[in-house]
């Protein structure tokens, strides 16, 4: 398991990553879930910058390691499509077997839910960027599971806090996270990165769930 001070230093260089990508945004946007967002955490873009990607990796594979165990999963599954890029260097670095799951059903080929090789009894790790609700987590388990594959771990960047984690606990999968976005919040509100305005939005969404 990872240390708490361990942790912390985690915590605090995605913020500084967020930052300096200019990640966070402040608007309103509609969400997967069909949700309305005053805050928009765009972890799609990290893969543009080579050194954030390559950080970001790194702190997705020391969560995985301590927090998980790479002998406790046989195979890494990326969630359409902002967990792809992180689940395939994730399944790069830790010499796993990797697949992704699509949304729907493929009506040509193989028409198969879940892309890449996968044998019944295969332990399989999701991996998303973030969760909200965990919808998306959900039907990926679902559709992994229906092909015979074991589901019971999924790891995240941040969880947003809106009902994710216990969602996903109904279908029996523990959700490991680096960061909970309030957290996040406090962080980049004492290096100055958001106003107390923005700050409070953030806390606003969250108690509203």
């Known amino acids: 398991m990872l240390s708490e001070k361990e942790k912390e230093a985690m915590k605090v260089e995605l913020c500084r990553v ?3 990508i200019n990640a966070l945004k402040f608007g309103t946007f509609k969400l997967t879930s069909g949700r309305i967002s005053p805050y928009y955490i765009d972890l799609r873009i990290v893969p543009s910058f080579p050194d954030a990607f390559q950080r970001v990796s790194g702190l997705y594979v020391d969560l995985i390691r301590k927090d998980i165990g790479a002998e406790n999963f046989d195979r890494t599954a990326g969630i359409p499509t902002a967990g792809i890029p992180f689940a395939s260097l994730v399944a790069y ?16 080929g193989r028409e198969r839910r879940v892309e ?5 009894g295969d332990r399989v790790l999701l991996v998303d960027d973030l969760i909200t609700t965990g919808g998306s987590l959900r039907k990926a388990a679902s559709a992994i599971r229906a ?10 960047l941040l969880d947003r806090e809106e009902g994710g984690k216990e969602n996903l606990a109904r279908d029996n999968i523990t959700l490991h996270y680096l960061l909970m976005v309030s957290e996040a919040a406090d962080k980049l509100y004492e290096i100055g990165a958001i106003t107390e305005d923005q700050w409070k939005t953030i806390f606003k969404q969250v108690k509203k769930k």
């Open 116 to 120: 890449g090789i996968i044998m019944p």
């Open 147 to 156: 092909e015979g594959g074991v589901v019971t771990d999924a790891v995240v």
């Open 18 to 20: 967020l930052n300096k």
């Open 93 to 108: 670095q830790l010499k796993k077997p990797f697949l992704y799951t699509r949304p729907h059903e493929r009506l040509h």
